[in-house]
């Protein structure tokens, strides 16, 4: 346990250290260790994540080694932060053949998933969708609409028991907002399916965990409305605040205030600010696009003149 918390240290201090070089001769330290496979993951990960700063042919060879450790790992989990990184890190560098190795290993770690525990598919839809953005922007978009694709059958299909559809609903909420920046629109269902759910009162007569679920839900539900068009987020979100009722601290000393609905005001405030918010999807895209093809100009540049 000692030697593990070490390790996470270690990491975690590489990310504030200032000199190239030395970050260089730290990672390339921590990767020549021998560690269990599951640490070796992770510094493989963290070493992907710093890569940029250390240039492209460090990155290259931190690529060619995340396949033959993918196939070492078990944890689903580590295996999908592995591999987003190896793919986020290939097209960062344009090197579209690590991309397409680590994209069909994604894609079968995910097929693989219909008897997984809600709980890992949530962690793993929480990892994928904070790098869709990311994606998206590097010209990936056909392979994030595939992941996403994938992630809702795997969802849907998973084989649980009833006391964990409001886990459930979350993911689809998360994945519903997701398609909306590509102008799908079938999220609605799910989105419908859960505003039912809150607006119903059954959660809060479940005492302190249904008040629970009820506020987690909420702040799923905003966040999922949050990338609609304008006006339906709008509309949705004064919907919800107008009706929505039972969000309260049932075991708290607190009397001027709760923190569950301060949790949902938050979140509310995140989603507000956000850029997906304020800017229509075609307007979007376009941003996408257009850095993505000035990313390419600036990588094929700096190639002709260290050529």
Sequence with gaps: ?????????????????????????????????????????????????????????????????????????????????????????????????????????????????????????????????????TFRRLGMREETAFLLEAMSKVVRESKQQEEHDVERMRVLLQLAGAWFYFGQEHGWKDIDTARELLLSGQLTHQGHVGVRKQTDLAMSYISAVGQAPLQDAMDRLQDLFLNLTGIRDGQTVSSHYSLKQLDIVETLVQTIVSDTFTMDRNSQRWMDDEEFLIRRRIHRDMKERMA
């Excluded at 590489?14 to 921590?30: D, G, I």
């Design 1 to 133: 346990r000692r030697s593990h918390d070490d390790l996470q240290k270690q990491l975690s201090d590489l990310f504030v250290e200032n000199s190239r070089s030395r970050l260089s001769e730290k990672l390339t330290e921590l990767l020549k260790r021998q560690l269990p496979v599951e640490s070796r993951a992770q510094v493989l990960t963290t070493s992907l994540e710093l890569s940029p700063r250390l240039g492209e042919t460090f990155a290259s060879g931190l690529l060619n080694e995340v396949v033959p450790l993918d196939r070492q790992l078990n944890d689903p989990v580590a295996r999908a932060a592995l591999l987003e990184k190896g793919m986020q890190i290939g097209a960062h560098f344009d090197q579209m053949a690590s991309v397409h190795d680590c994209f069909n290993r994604m894609s079968q770690l995910l097929a693989s998933q219909q008897n997984a525990e809600l709980s890992v598919l949530d962690a793993l839809e929480k990892l994928l969708s904070r790098s869709f953005i």
